[in-house]
């Protein structure tokens, strides 16, 4: 999940050496942090949040083969 979260974030910034993402896991869930240069939230959280959304929607369908809840966290 990481590595796609990754991947989809540095495809959409001005500076993806400055993507970090981090995953931590729990027994049910995982919670991926996603954090990016301040110039760049903008292009990751879209308008009215559309790509945030769209981003979290893609990471969950990928996440349903191993039934797990999936968090995906923007960080500043």
């Known amino acids: 999940?990481?590595?796609?979260v990754e991947v989809i974030a540095k495809s959409l910034?001005?500076?993806?050496?400055?993507?970090?993402?981090?995953?931590?896991e729990n027994e049910k869930s995982i919670v991926i942090e996603l954090r990016v240069a301040q110039m760049d939230m903008g292009k990751v959280i879209g308008k009215?949040?559309?790509i945030a959304k769209a981003i979290r929607s893609v990471v969950k369908a990928a996440a349903s083969k191993e039934d797990r809840k999936v968090?995906?966290?923007?960080?500043?």
């Open 13 to 24: 910034v001005d500076h993806p050496d400055e993507v970090v993402v981090t995953e931590t």
């Open 48 to 50: 009215q949040g559309r």
């Open 71 to 76: 968090i995906v966290e923007i960080m500043q």
């Open 1 to 4: 999940m990481k590595e796609l």
